[in-house]
């Protein structure tokens, strides 16, 4: 069975960071994007950065540029998102999602986690 499985949320002052994991399991890793994707409250799933975990490449969100890196570890099955320098507006449930296409549409991914909530206190 195709899985994907978040964690690493929490609450966290503004200025801090946070590292999410996405651990994937049933599938080919490497044949796969991994996406992370968040939704604030009162707004719309947003895609925040991807990785195609074959060569590396990657999208990133202009909002979170330069705070936040995705990176991936192929020999665990697992993807990363640093969160550093952050602030209230990225509050929100941070989702994981594995897809074929690096994109920032979530139609594009097919399997996705139960989420993990990142709550930033200003």
């Known amino acids: 069975e195709v899985q994907v499985a978040e964690s690493g949320g929490g609450l966290v002052q503004a200025g801090g960071s946070l590292r999410l994991s996405c651990i994937a399991s049933?599938?080919?890793?490497?044949?796969?994007?991994i996406g992370w994707f968040r939704q604030a409250p009162g707004k719309e799933r947003a895609a925040v950065s991807c990785?195609?975990?074959?060569?590396?490449?990657?999208y990133i969100a202009n909002s979170v540029k330069g705070r936040f890196t995705i990176s991936s570890d192929n020999a665990k099955n697992t993807v990363y998102l640093q969160m550093n320098s952050l602030n209230p507006e990225d509050t929100g449930v941070y989702y994981c999602?594995?897809?074929?296409?690096?994109?920032?549409?979530?139609?594009?991914?097919?399997?996705w986690g139960q989420g993990t909530q990142v709550i930033v206190s200003s």
């Open positions: 999602a594995a897809g074929q296409i690096l994109s920032y549409r979530d139609s594009d991914f097919g399997t």
């Open positions: 990785i195609k975990t074959r060569n590396g490449n990657t």
């Open positions: 049933g599938f080919a890793f490497d044949d796969y994007v």
